[in-house]
């Protein structure tokens, strides 16, 4: 981690929502932000503002999220994502999450991931890869 990984950090993602990112199982009428697809988002946003902080070799995997969808964002919207670091105990990141659109604000998230050594990462998922047997 570099010296510049602290609280107070954020970053902004816009992004135009579209056939990709919707929920399809009500007919297209009904099409809107999947919640799925919100919190990839989320996830995303957040990662790419530590990979800004991280060191060679290292990257971040989540490891909890709280997430309200609490608004439709409808297809051909755009979305801003605002990722705020908010706490930073050792490898473990904490964010506040507030998501917008055109109209209101349709969520709100807190998101923690921790920075990992991908080499290391990829022993230890190799070790229980063998241990259950799978490739």
Known sequence: MKESL???????????IDKDR????????????????LLRDVEM??????????????????????LDHTAPTL??????????VTAIDGRAVTFDVSVTDEVEQTAKAKHHRFIVDVAKTVDRLKAKAAKANVE
């Open 75 to 84: 297809i051909g919207m755009w979305t801003e994502i605002t990722v705020n």
């Open 45 to 66: 946003t957040c990662r790419d503002l530590l990979l800004q902080h991280l060191d060679q070799g290292e990257d971040s995997v989540g490891t909890r999220i709280e």
């Open 22 to 37: 919707t929920i399809d199982f009500m007919g297209e009428d009904c099409r809107v932000y999947a919640t799925p697809e």
């Open 6 to 16: 602290r609280t107070g950090i954020n970053a902004v993602r816009r992004i135009t």
